[in-house]
């Protein structure tokens, strides 16, 4: 273990050096922030006596850099002049722990060791999360194949007896099969929304950012449920702005949020609906809503409908087939890429459903751009 | 008429696009994993192939890779077979990882009747 004493003061820097070294850990010092700040880029240290009260950088800039750049490196602040309001606000920007001087090599061994504690508890922890991260992943690669495979296999075979390619079948066989298919499709479907809502959870993900263009994205949503639409003669309009600003983002993280999006306002809408996708530039944000003029959620509905697992269940929606997990998985990846969403609903009416992304801050690629064209 | 190689773990899966292709009245000929299907390519020469993604021992990727880079097979078609891990937009995924390693074509299961026939008759074109 490593310890470096950041304080202008000379003797405070050799006598914490003294105690430190008789305890058997290793140290070093620096007499300014800047300096100090040096040496933890060195990777060599893992936590930090900071002195509050410095010429040049002070100890709360330093702090607050620490806490930043190396969230590992757990920092102790010297308070100069024994005031609460320092050490509290030290706190508040992430110290562990103070100590006030003078101090007693009691004093500070106690701190210390705590300190170090503190830290093997985080390691500990964050090697946990990664275990349980792995352990998740595990299971999501067992369940995708496992589970799926023998699905497409069942579905091929029905294919294969709805196309007569087994003899010829009767239309109320015909009829029988092809419910078993919609059964099958649906379960399919869940079982890909499961892995994506653990895939969210589990992953660090966003890892593949990018400039998208969202006029493509929402196209390739729509596309994916216009299957679905035609057969309940819904028109689906994409009229999100080729010109929309593009936002950074995980491209099919996105392109999920809008297939689950269209597709609900696909699946609770009426024969000969329609749903409407359109974009709106706010300040910092762009703004994609997706509406339609379906048999929309009652109120009391409302601030349930992002829970894992929740349907609504009445007369116009039984015949549904959806696995309660479409918008949590929206949310979550809206969340992930620092965004909003927000519903608007009348019962009998329709549903707007507002995603709200901040802008990329590049300007749009060129890549991104071209694709749109 | 054409030989189609199917390369699938499943031999339900096998089976199924076996009767479709039948159908067709093409000729069909299976393996079952990695190696066997390299194996049945260069002693069958078949006119096109169908190789499934995700096969224990080598993947289809390893086989498409290998047969693309021996000039006695390069030449044949392969169709990719996926069945990718996440949710809908996959598809540009996986065409991504297709179009990489040289396959001609690739096609997410299940595999829709109509669709498969439509694609071997465009690859054997």
């Known amino acids: 273990m490593c310890i470096l004493v950041v304080d202008d003061e000379k003797i405070i820097r050799e006598g914490a050096e003294c105690i430190l070294v008789k305890e058997g850990w290793q140290t070093g010092t620096a007499e300014n922030g800047r300096e100090g700040l040096n040496l933890i880029a060195t990777g060599s240290y893992q936590l930090l006596l900071l002195d509050l009260m410095m010429p040049g950088i002070s100890g709360m800039e330093v702090l607050k850099n620490v806490r930043q750049s190396y969230p590992d490196v757990i920092v102790i602040v010297i308070t100069g002049y024994a005031t609460i309001e320092n050490a509290v606000e030290a706190m508040k920007n992430g110290a562990y722990d103070f100590i006030a001087k003078p101090f007693t090599p009691d004093q500070l061994r106690i701190v210390v060791r705590r300190a170090f504690e503190k830290r093997d508890l985080m390691l500990e922890t964050e090697a946990l999360r990664r275990e349980r991260r792995q352990r998740m992943q595990d299971f999501v690669n067992l369940v995708s194949h496992e589970l799926r495979s023998p699905l497409n296999s069942i579905q091929q075979q029905l294919f294969n007896l709805l196309k007569g390619l087994a003899g010829e079948i009767t239309s109320d066989q015909h009829m029988i099969l092809e419910r078993v298919q919609g059964r099958l499709s649906g379960l399919t479907g869940m079982i890909k929304n499961l892995l994506d809502v653990s895939r969210f959870e589990t992953e660090p993900f966003l890892q593949n950012k990018e400039p998208v263009c969202l006029k493509e994205i929402v196209q390739e949503a729509v596309e994916i449920c216009q299957d679905d639409a035609r057969e309940k003669n819904i028109t689906i309009m994409n009229k999100v702005s080729a010109k929309a600003a593009a936002v950074e983002a995980d491209r099919q993280g996105l392109v999920s949020v809008f297939a689950n999006l269209v597709s609900n306002a696909v699946k609770y809408n009426r024969a000969g609906g329609t749903v409407h996708v359109r974009s709106r530039s706010r300040g910092a944000h762009v703004e994609i809503t997706v509406a339609d003029n379906g048999i929309g959620i009652a109120p009391d509905h409302l601030e349930r409908i992002f829970d894992r697992f929740f349907r609504i269940r009445t007369d116009e929606t039984r015949h549904v087939i959806g696995s309660g997990l479409g918008l949590s998985l929206v949310k979550s990846i809206i969340k992930g890429h620092n965004g909003g969403i927000a519903v608007e609903s009348v019962p009998g009416t329709g549903t707007d459903v507002t995603v709200r992304l901040p802008k990329s801050i590049q300007q749009l690629s060129l890549r991104a751009y071209s694709n749109c064209h | ?125």
Request: charged share 35%; proline share 6%.
């Open chain 2, 1 to 125: 008429m054409a030989k189609i190689l199917i390369v699938d773990d499943d031999p339900d899966l096998v089976e199924s696009i076996e009767r479709l292709l039948k159908s067709k009245k093409h000729e069909v000929i299976a393996a079952y994993d990695g190696d066997a299907g390299l194996e049945k390519v260069r002693s069958e020469k078949p006119d096109a192939i169908i190789l499934d993604v995700m096969m224990p021992g080598k993947d289809g990727y390893a086989v498409c890779k290998e047969l693309k880079s021996d000039p006695d097979c390069s030449s044949i078609p392969v169709l990719l077979l996926t069945a990718v891990v996440s949710h809908i937009p996959t598809t540009a995924y996986s065409m991504r990882d297709g179009m990489e390693i040289e396959a001609e074509d690739y096609i997410d299961k299940p595999v829709e009747p109509d669709e498969l026939v439509n694609r071997v008759e465009e690859l054997l074109a």
